[in-house]
């Protein structure tokens, strides 16, 4: 076989047997096949289409690239949950212990990467004296007894994905659709899980800007997902603002200890509650969808789901008192308000411009060596919809640095205030299965 026929044949707009996707998947993987090759590849399949068959093999290729992550010893149906990511979605911290405290095994592994604010790995790190790094033995075990662990990520997942991603970013061929599909699947399915939960993100903070986009994303993901027998479903969820009120790392896990006590925003409370009870029902601990969204609700509301949380934390070393005093955590020397500079209903509020603020104050990494401070970030007072009055606070600002001035008006920039309610907003547009 030879790469040069592959990029005639998809060039071409045929398909790619399973054969023809595995030797070149395999080659560029050992540096067989050059970047220039597969450069040219990525820009066919950029312009072509590819089959439903084609992109369940491009993805179990990618899988079978490197080390995948056995989770055979733990007991039940392993549910993961993946986001597309967005601005101050703490939705994992919520639903790792949420849906644990149901019956759901959570084996979750998850990255610290480059963002705006920390991964749910670093947040966790808010919790004093809690481990991230535990050898399978222990997180088998954990997850057996707790029905809940997170880990970082280690060993070499999907190598194949990481240098054909990185090549994808600078021969601008990453947005195809069937090639972010296969990259995303690829990980989530190393990573062991027997089924999928995807929140697929619509909106300025989001990957895919447009709904019409978002629901391809999704719809790809299911269908690969689905044809490498795990059963997908995707959400397709907002971010034209972001997601509850907390932009941070210690902030955010003090807005999921809330949520779990049932106090939290409406928003991510909602989100949280039709993502787990997809995850419970894959997990086939409910026979409906609406049966598992019951039982997650009665699961805050006894305290079982902040309980789950505090056996999760103390598990992994972590000081579970913060729980019930989260004054405990990580906090930020400097706390202000910025204020409106005009009265009338918030419109809009840019959620990419908040998170690059909360960045700007030490939330995230800028570089994969900079440290994150877990102190620092911003909490929305005001969310779309709602009414401020000039001088009244849109957000409180925590940082550890007097030298704020440019991240204040970056956020009241983000702000979009006028004097017409704005009609209400859609949480979650669809749901694809
Ligand atoms: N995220 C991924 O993991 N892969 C892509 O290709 C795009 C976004
Ligand atoms: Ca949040």
Redesign the pocket.
């Known amino acids: 076989m030879r790469m040069v026929d592959l990029i005639a044949k998809k060039r071409d707009g045929e398909a790619l047997t399973k054969e023809e996707i595995n030797f070149m998947i395999e080659g560029y993987t050992k540096g067989e096949i050059p970047d220039y090759q597969m450069s040219a590849m990525a820009m066919a399949l950029y312009f072509q289409e590819m089959t439903t068959e084609e992109r369940v093999n491009l993805t179990m290729a990618m899988v079978d690239s490197g080390d995948t992550i056995d989770l055979t010893g733990i007991e039940g149906i392993k549910v993961d949950k993946h986001s597309t990511g967005g601005v ?3 939705t994992t911290l919520i639903l790792a212990p949420l849906v644990a405290s149901v019956g759901v095994p959570v084996a979750k592994m998850s990255g610290r990467g480059l963002g705006h604010t920390g991964g749910t790995i670093d947040k966790l790190e808010s919790f004093e004296g809690f481990q991230v790094e535990l050898d399978g033995k222990t997180f088998n075990d954990l997850v057996n007894k707790n029905k809940v662990a997170v880990v970082g990520q280690s060993g070499n997942l999907t190598p194949a994905d990481k240098k054909l991603y990185a090549l994808r970013d600078v021969t601008a061929t990453v947005n195809s659709i069937p090639l972010i599909a296969s990259s995303i699947m690829s990980k989530k399915i190393a990573s062991g899980a027997d089924a999928i939960v995807l929140d697929v993100k619509t909106g300025s903070g989001a990957f895919m800007e447009n709904l019409d986009d978002a629901k391809a994303l999704a719809k790809a993901m299911v269908a690969i997902g689905n044809g490498a027998g795990r059963q997908t479903i995707g959400v397709i969820s907002d971010m034209t603002q ?6 941070g790392n210690a902030l ?1 896990v003090k ?1 999921a200890i809330d949520t779990l006590k049932g106090q939290g ?1 409406e928003d ?1 409370t909602e989100l949280c509650l039709t993502l787990g009870s997809h995850m419970v029902y894959l997990a086939k601990k409910a026979a409906s969808i609406d049966a598992a969204r019951t039982m997650l609700e009665d699961a805050i509301t006894s305290g079982h789901a902040l309980e789950t949380f505090k056996v999760f934390v103390a598990g992994q070393g972590g000081n579970p008192d913060v729980i019930d005093d989260p004054s405990l955590l990580p906090q930020a020397s400097i706390v202000k308000e910025i204020v409106a500079d005009q009265a009338g209903y918030v419109q809009e509020i840019i959620a990419d411009e908040v998170g690059i603020g909360a960045g700007m104050l030490g939330a995230g990494r800028m570089t994969k060596e900079s440290e994150i401070d877990l102190a620092v970030g911003l909490v929305l007072n005001k969310k779309v919809g709602d009414y401020v009055e000039k001088g009244a606070s849109l957000v409180t600002l925590h940082a550890n640095t007097e030298n704020t001035q440019e991240v204040e008006d970056k956020v009241r920039q983000a702000y979009r205030i006028s004097d017409e309610k704005p009609k209400a907003g859609v949480l979650i547009y669809d749901v694809i299965t």
């Open positions: 101050g979605d703490t972001p997601l509850g009120f907390a932009v955010e807005e925003p991510l």
